[in-house]
């Protein structure tokens, strides 16, 4: 599946990945591929990805996120 991580200031990542761990105002998700459609608001805290070759963890304040295709979007502060 693929995943764009944005914020106004910048392009956080962009590419393939295997899975996201998002930490939201309901409580921590995973997304892996063909998860449901889901749109959701993101509280303060880590976004885990995993892609086929590396983990990344990205620090974010705030944002949404939207998941549909096994394309995920998300949108930090």
Do not use: D
């Not at 962009?14 to 998700?29: F, H, N, R, V």
């Amino acid at each position: 599946m693929k995943a764009r991580i944005l914020s106004k200031e910048r392009v956080y990542f962009e590419g393939e990945i295997k899975s996201a761990l998002l930490p939201t105002k309901e409580g921590q998700i995973e997304i892996l591929e063909n998860h449901a459609p889901i749109f959701a608001l993101l509280k303060e805290g880590k976004i885990k990805i995993q892609t086929p070759k590396f983990k990344k963890r990205i620090f974010a304040k705030s944002g949404i996120i939207k998941f549909f295709n096994n394309n995920l979007l998300i949108l930090i502060k």
